[in-house]
């Protein structure tokens, strides 16, 4: 604990920053943040909430078909990195991201990328479980019946019950489409976000802590899911909880106070962290 | 006058009352308040409680019965000659003693008679007065010593007080209560003398208003019809009239105001719009009648259509301008009041700020505005000034938005203003028509509050 004091020589100056120039990142990233063929490639990411400092400079790839876990303490930047990806901040009044976030060879943070297709590429599955207060079959037909994907009632259908039964809730409501989706339990209605977000056929999915307000049961079942859905999409997910960024990811990435402070190999990060910051937040003695 | 002294001096010994019983409170805790149960001030609210009560109650039935029982007093000891009087005329002469009494004009000479019965009513509500303050007095004092001395460390007095005081807030709510009760009754017994003269179903389908009643058999015009349809048409259309205005313009501000307009804009726009609630509605009326209603007529006139110069078109169109802020108002609180996961979920998805709002915002919020709508309804219902202005007296049946109509409310005002007699069939009509009016508009506020409420259990 004492130690950390040392570390963060600047970390007053992160939070209360005034003047608009970006600061020079206290920290260089511990681990492999590039990739030879990523997904996904954001470098220098700087965030700010009006004056407030979020993100301060910060370099990460994403690779294809993996899971990538984020894990900090609260209010490190995890989910505003998250929300930068498919330009979620820009609902957020005062936030301004500056950076390059590379995708298929375009900037998608550059003002001339229409946010409508780019988040039907990069979905999101939100902290909370969020169904629309529309019937379970409406709820997972919102997205492509708005992007126009279908034409015909039965192409609908058949695309609600691909996406239902990708997301393992297929047999639990196949019988009962029509009622209401915030009927369903917590597990359940959080996997309907996953269909939901499945049925607009993203190539990315951004996990905000999905698994938060679920029992440890529910849980379970999302994080399988997860490792099913990971043979067809990249996913990122930010959670809390150390043993599920160990049990479903292939990467893990460390924040601390809007920087990342080291990412590599999941077992390489829990069994043998670089930083000594990284070392303190997994064996808790900080955070 | 001389009740209102005793109850200065009434709460004048409870303030006293107050203090003795918090003393003794400290004195009995032997300087720990922890040895009582309550704080001593609610030992002193305990004393002061029943000091006042018991004597505020013996003065209510005193001042309610005191007259009944002078009067009484006073009649036995009348002469033959006045006693023996019929009732009605018994009456004057006793409101001629009062009145003597309080030294007010009497009626005619003051005859000696009643100058002394006068006198002897003046002896005995003296009498009465100072029995009633030795009573009060003895009262306070007797029960304030009592309750004083069985002040101990165990004593609940604050459970007493709390006690007492949600006594008086559940008298405060029933009077409200009641009123609507009372005023239910009175309608519905008034109702019933009507229809005992016209049939229910004459008055509800009937298609001829002309509320008239014969005083000769052999009189001109003596034919009148109590059929209310006519009135029931004109309310329903301007009522319509005025929702086609109000829902659509409310509902989009209400879009703008909570999701488009920035937080400066909404704050300075909410209250101006709000603000037209609040003009006096006669002023829209003479509006309506004066400005919308010659311009229909002149534009009508310009296109060729024939316009009465009083329409139902003017009041409604005046009339939705009116509850607009009813239906935007609501349905901006019911439209930010839906939770922004929500709104992130479509987003999240590519949905357009456009589709967020009408394919989950609305939807989601639009039990409450269902709700707003409703009450905007009943509004819309119960207004009179402006129909009454604008839209006419002629009781046609018409759905042309262009004629004269009139409404129930319209005819109720018509009915009853001046001198009217009030066991005619047509002064009844008017409480046939409130009642009408009520259960209506009872109804409507029913159906918004059921409404309201299964919205509030959504996202829970």
Not at chain 1, 72 to 90: E, V
Not at chain 1, 166 to 174: F, I, N, P, T
Not at chain 2, 147 to 153: E, K, Q, V
Not at chain 2, 439 to 450: D, E, G, H, M
Request: proline residues 4%; neutral net charge.
């Amino acid at each position: 604990m004492m130690s950390l004091d040392s570390l963060l020589p600047e970390t007053g100056s992160i939070d209360n920053k005034t003047d608009h120039k970006t600061v020079a990142p206290s920290f260089k990233t511990v681990g492999e943040f590039k990739l030879k063929d990523p997904r996904i490639s954001c470098q220098n990411i700087v965030v700010r909430y009006g004056e407030k400092l979020a993100i301060n400079g910060l370099s990460l790839d994403i690779g294809r078909n993996e899971v990538l876990a984020m894990i900090g303490p609260s209010g490190c930047g995890k989910s505003t990195f998250l929300r930068c990806i498919n330009r979620m901040n820009d609902t957020i009044e005062g936030c301004r991201v500056t950076g390059k976030i590379m995708m298929d060879g375009q900037d998608i943070n550059s003002p001339e990328i229409d946010t409508v297709p780019l988040r039907a590429q990069v979905g999101m599955v939100f902290q909370k479980p969020n169904p629309f207060p529309k019937s379970i079959r409406e709820n997972v037909a919102f997205g492509p019946k708005i992007h126009g994907f279908v034409e015909t009632k039965a192409e609908l259908e058949e695309i609600v019950e691909n996406s239902l039964k990708r997301a393992g809730l297929w047999k639990e409501v196949k019988d009962r489409l029509d009622q209401p989706g915030t009927s369903l339990s917590g597990g359940q209605q959080q996997r309907l976000c996953i269909a939901r977000t499945i049925a607009v056929n993203p190539e990315v999915i951004l996990m905000d802590e999905p698994c938060s307000a679920l029992d440890p049961i529910a849980t379970a079942i999302i994080e399988e899911l997860i490792y099913e859905l990971k043979k067809d999409y990249t996913i990122c997910i930010v959670t809390h909880s150390m043993q599920q960024a160990s049990r479903v990811s292939q990467r893990t990435a460390y924040f601390h106070l809007g920087e990342l402070i080291e990412v590599g190999d999941t077992k390489q990060i829990f069994m043998n962290p670089k930083n000594r910051l990284t070392e303190d937040y997994i064996t808790g003695r900080f955070g | 006058m001389y009740t209102l002294e005793l109850i200065a001096g009434l709460l004048l010994l409870c303030a006293i009352a107050y203090h003795l019983g918090r003393r003794r409170a400290f004195s009995v805790a032997q300087g720990n308040i922890r040895h009582l149960h309550s704080l001593p001030a609610y030992y002193g609210l305990y004393v002061a409680m029943w000091c006042g009560l018991p004597a505020l109650f013996v003065l209510f039935l005193w001042t309610v019965f005191e007259s009944n029982v002078i009067t009484q007093l006073v009649l036995a000891d009348l002469p033959q000659k006045l006693r023996s009087l019929e009732a009605d005329r018994l009456e004057l002469v006793i409101s001629d003693i009062q009145n003597f009494v309080s030294g007010n004009t009497v009626s005619g000479e003051v005859d000696a008679s009643i100058k002394a019965a006068g006198l002897h009513y003046q002896r005995l509500q003296f009498t009465s007065h100072a029995a009633l303050a030795v009573v009060i007095l003895s009262l306070v004092i007797g029960v304030g010593f009592f309750s004083l001395s069985r002040i101990n460390a165990k004593q609940r007095a604050r459970n007493a007080v709390e006690r007492a005081l949600t006594g008086g807030l559940i008298a405060c709510a029933s009077i409200a209560f009641l009123t609507t009760i009372g005023i239910l009754m009175s309608v519905l017994f008034e109702s019933m003398r009507f229809f005992k003269v016209v049939p229910v179903t004459d008055f509800l389908f009937g298609l001829k208003w002309s509320p008239q009643m014969s005083i000769r058999a052999d009189q001109v015009g003596s034919s009148g019809a109590f059929g209310a349809a006519p009135l029931f048409v004109g309310t329903i259309l301007i009522s319509l009239i005025a929702m086609l205005v109000a829902v659509p313009i409310g509902l989009k501000s209400a879009i703008f105001l909570s999701e488009y307009a920035s937080p400066r804009f909404r704050a300075i726009t909410k209250p101006l719009l709000e603000i037209l609630a609040g003009i006096p509605t006669v002023v829209y009326g003479f509006f309506a009648a004066l400005t919308v209603a010659p311009f229909i007529r002149n534009q009508g006139s310009l296109l060729g259509l024939e316009v009465a110069s009083e329409s139902a078109l003017a009041a409604g169109l005046v009339m939705g301008v009116m509850i607009i802020p009813f239906v935007s108002s609501l349905s901006d609180d019911v439209i930010r009041a839906v939770p922004q996961a929500l709104r992130d979920g479509a987003f999240g998805l590519g949905a357009t700020k456009a589709e967020t709002i009408k394919r989950v915002v609305i939807p989601a919020a639009l039990p409450g505005i269902v709700g707003g709508v409703l009450l905007a309804i009943s509004r819309a219902i119960g207004e009179t000034m402006i129909v009454v202005m604008a839209a006419g007296l002629s009781a046609n049946l018409s759905f042309n938005p262009l004629d004269a109509v009139t409404t129930v409310t319209v005819q109720i005002v018509t009915l009853l203003t001046g001198d009217q007699e009030f066991d005619s069939p047509k002064t009844l009509a008017a409480f046939a028509l409130g009642l009408v009016l009520f259960i209506f508009t009872l109804a409507l506020n029913v159906i918004a509050l059921y409404v309201v409420r299964k919205y509030r259990e959504q996202y829970e």
